[in-house]
Every structure is written in C-alpha cells, then in structure tokens.
C-alpha cells in the first residue's frame, strides 16, 4: 500500500473542560486562593482578644504558605507580594517592612554567593575535584566513597546546589568512559553519592545553603540573639558526620561487589591532570582569600560578625581580580534574597502583632510536651516537609512558632533554630526535594522506587541519630 503524503495526527478526545484545567490550573489554583484570601482577610468576625493587625498577619501567614507550598509563582515573587500586602493592610509600618532587605542574614548569603563565585571562576573546585578523585578513585568502591566525601566536604564551604551542579558532568564523563548502562549499579550510586554528600555536607556550616543565615536572621528579629559559625559547626558537625559515617559503609558495601575495570579511570584522571597540571595564580588567590574567611568565621565572628566577614572576603576577590562583576552577577541568587527579606518580614510581623503570643496562651501553653516530644515532632515534621516544600519555606512556617514554643517550655530560643533548619536540608526521598536531588536524577541512573525507599530510611536514621545527640551531646555543650 502507497502511504507516501499520508498524515498521522493524534485527537485529544479528552473533555474541553479537562484540557482547559490542564493548561490553566495554576491560574485558576492563584485566583481561587486570592478570592479566598480577600474573603478571609475582609471577615470583620475574630476573636476579641486577638487585633485586627494580628488577625491579618495570620491570613497572609496562611496565604503564603500555601503559595510556597504549591509554587504556583516563584518562591521569590510569593516573598515580595508578602511585604507588599503586610504595607497595604498597615501590619507593620511601611519603613520597617522594607527595612528587612537590611538584614545582616541577608548580606551573609550575598557574600557567601560571591565567594563561591571566586572558587568557580578561579577553576580551585575542579582542581580539587579531580586530584581527590585521581587519589582515591582507582576502584568502584573508592570512587563512589570518594564523590560522597568530595561532594560533602565541598559544601561545607559552597552552597550545595553548585557543588552538585559542578560535579555533574565530571561524573557524566566518567560514566560514559566506563560505559555503564542506566541499570548499572555503579552508575546509581555514583550519583546517589553526588546528592547525599551535598545534602549532608551542606548542613555541617553556614555556607552550605541559605536556609542557615536565614534561620538565623528570623531569631535576631525575633529575639536578638545569633549562633556563631563555630558554635553551630560545634553542634551540627557529630551527629551529620556520624550519619555520613554510616552511609560510607552503606555505599562501600553495595558498590564492593562491583567489577567494573576502572583502569579507564586512570587515563581521564591523568588526562585531567596534565590539562590542570600547573596551579593558576587566581586558584592561589582563591585559596587564601578561602582559607582566611573560614578562619575568620571560625576564631573571630563574634568580633566582626559572620556577614561582615563574608562581605570583606568577596570584596578580595574583586580587589585581587580572581572575579569581575559579570562572573559575580551569575552565582548571585536574587530570588533567594528577594524570598528571604520577605520571610524574615513576615516572621517578624507574627511576632510584633501579638500572634504568636497568643497561640502561645491558647494553644502552645497547654500542651505538655517533654523535651524529647518536642524534638521529635519538629524533627519529624521539618524532615517530611522538607521531601515536599522548599527548605527555607519550612524554616519560615515552622520556626517563628517553634521559637515562641521553646521559649514558653523555658528553653533557649537558639534550640529551635537547630531543631528547625537542620533536619529542614535533610531532603533525600525525591527529587524535587532539594537541587542536588534533581540534579542527580537527571543521570538518569536513578529510578524514583529507589530513591523513595532509602531516602524514606535515611530519613528516619536522620531523626533518630540527631534525636540521641539532642538529648545528649547538646546538653552537654550547652545549647539548652
């Protein structure tokens, strides 16, 4: 039969109405909760010992959260509308809202952005990337263990996300030298190693994401009290290292059995090597201009302050041209500051309208939580939220009001920081979880069952681990 000039075409035979929500539900989602924010935010019927700016804080509170939740809009743009309707409906005054973007929290993140725009541009990653992987990566096992150690250790000192971002296609290479298929075992856990070490190794300190500085911009607003580089380092680095430890072991033993021959390895490594072989002079600017703002951050932070520190430090890399402003321009995150003046802005906003204090009289105060109740429940909920809502938004629905629940058990205010923004990073089960995730799907070497079930596992090792050193090495210390 002739079928030259024949046209296929595929009919829709789905209802109008169905194609139509299809195509416009997140436009159609955003106008039903506007009409319902204005319905509530108009309702004149509130309790009486609750104000009306109270009242209102509340339902923006609530509007923003299921914003964040369903990204429907940007998370940036969700943030700036926030302020903008806390100034319209005169929560706060207008000069203090926009003041947030002000932030000490803020500046940090922005310096932290340019430094790691410093260890990029000057080529200091991949030089490091490729000598820890020459090293140790000689056998299926070293390799794997080596990409997890690699990738932690480098987001202890960049945000998680560009360590991911920067490795993905070193180990794209080395997949397609060692020709592995998408079934392959090495190949998953080669790219399982990529995301858990980044997810881990990004909670250790300060720098490994934003959803830190943030945490701690929302308890300066709200008490004015801060958590040192060192002293968070102190109290996070055991039990992350401890969990790290156990996955080593996890990852040896299941990519042990492989026999791959690796030698394929060598000849990239060394390939790599002769094209990196001689250190560029920007690479030892960027070292020492690194090496010098950890140590600030380290000894000196509560002298000149972290933020200080971090603006200082990326100004070098501009004095000592490792970097120019359009390199800058590209690793600086604004929508994360724009999200972040406006979350700090509406934790800021329940705590000056009574809101909190009085969910604490009505709600909080009559709960008998023990100790151990309340760091399960906001570890658990902080982790199972985080699989699903970006990390920072679960630091600005949960933290304001766990602050005000310590407070009222008689706990340090500091305590709900560690017990909200450290489990919040711990995101493992999907891949829109947190960015390395995604970015280690997108191998294609990672099926979505696998992920859920041991994502689901380190999940609750996760809980419990840092459950134990709550009880135990905290006190300890002293955080409560």
């Known amino acids: 039969m002739n079928t030259l000039g024949k046209s296929h075409f595929y009919i829709d035979r789905r209802p109008l109405i169905t194609l139509f929500l299809i195509k416009y539900k997140n436009a159609i989602l955003l106008l039903f909760s506007f009409v319902v924010f204005f319905i509530f935010i108009s309702n004149d019927n509130i309790p009486q010992d609750l104000s009306i700016q109270a009242y209102q804080a509340l339902v923006i509170f609530l509007f923003a959260n299921f914003l964040w939740i369903t990204n429907v809009i940007p998370l940036a743009i969700t943030s700036l509308m926030v302020m903008g309707l806390l100034a319209t409906f005169n929560v706060l005054p207008d000069e203090k809202i926009y003041s947030f973007f002000g932030n000490s929290a803020l500046f940090f993140i922005i310096g932290a952005f340019i430094i790691s725009a410093g260890i990029s541009t000057s080529g200091l990653n991949k030089r490091i990337a490729y000598y820890f992987l020459s090293r140790f990566g000689d056998k299926p096992h070293r390799l794997t263990l080596s990409i997890f150690l690699l990738s932690a250790f480098l987001a202890h000192v960049m945000p998680a996300h560009a360590v991911a971002a920067m490795l993905f296609p070193i180990l794209m290479s080395i997949s397609k030298r060692l020709e592995l298929e998408q079934s392959s075992i090495l190949g998953k856990y080669m790219f399982f190693a990529l995301a858990w070490g980044s997810v881990l190794g990004g909670v250790v300190t300060l720098l490994g994401g934003a959803r830190n500085p943030l945490a701690l911009g929302i308890l300066e607003e709200a008490t004015g009290e801060s958590i040192g580089f060192l002293d968070w380092m102190i109290a996070v680095a055991p039990p992350i290292y401890l969990i790290m430890l156990?996955?080593?072991?996890?990852?040896?033993?299941?990519?042990?059995?492989?026999?791959?021959?690796?030698?394929?390895?060598?000849?990239?490594?060394?390939?790599?090597?002769?094209?990196?072989?001689?250190?560029?002079?920007?690479?030892?600017?960027?070292?020492?201009?690194?090496?010098?703002?950890?140590?600030?951050?380290?000894?000196?932070?509560?002298?000149?302050?972290?933020?200080?520190?971090a603006l200082i430090s990326a100004a070098l890399f501009f004095v000592l041209n490792v970097i120019d402003w359009e390199d800058a321009k590209k690793e600086i995150n604004w929508g994360a500051i724009f999200m972040y003046g406006g979350a700090i802005a509406l934790g800021k906003a329940l705590e000056e309208t009574g809101l909190?204090?009085?969910?604490?009289?009505?709600?909080?105060?009559?709960?008998?939580?023990?100790?151990?109740g309340l760091i399960l429940v906001v570890f658990s909920i902080s982790v199972f939220l985080t699989e699903g809502v970006s990390n920072a938004a679960v630091v600005v629905i949960l933290l304001?009001?766990?602050?005000?629940?310590?407070?009222?058990?008689?706990?340090?205010?500091?305590?709900?920081?560690?017990?909200?923004?450290?489990?919040?990073?711990?995101?493992?089960?999907?891949?829109?979880?947190?960015?390395?995730?995604?970015?280690?799907?997108?191998?294609?070497?990672?099926?979505?069952?696998?992920?859920?079930?041991?994502?689901?596992?380190?999940?609750?090792?996760?809980?419990?681990?840092?459950?134990?050193?709550?009880?135990?090495?905290?006190?300890?210390?002293?955080?409560?």
């Open 246 to 309: 156990i996955v080593s072991i996890y990852l040896v033993k299941k990519v042990s059995a492989s026999t791959r021959d690796t030698e394929i390895l060598k000849e990239l490594f060394s390939e790599a090597g002769e094209r990196m072989s001689k250190i560029q002079l920007k690479e030892i600017k960027a070292l020492l201009i690194l090496v010098g703002t950890i140590y600030m951050w380290i000894f000196q932070s509560k002298r000149f302050g972290i933020a200080n520190v």
């Open 356 to 372: 909190l204090e009085y969910i604490n009289q009505h709600y909080i105060s009559n709960m008998n939580f023990s100790t151990l």
């Open 400 to 480: 304001p009001v766990v602050i005000r629940t310590t407070i009222a058990l008689g706990l340090p205010s500091t305590l709900a920081v560690y017990l909200v923004a450290v489990p919040s990073g711990l995101a493992f089960m999907f891949p829109m979880s947190s960015p390395p995730n995604a970015i280690a799907f997108s191998s294609g070497y990672i099926k979505t069952s696998d992920s859920l079930k041991i994502g689901f596992i380190l999940n609750m090792l996760s809980i419990a681990v840092i459950t134990v050193f709550a009880l135990t090495y905290w006190r300890i210390i002293g955080i409560y």
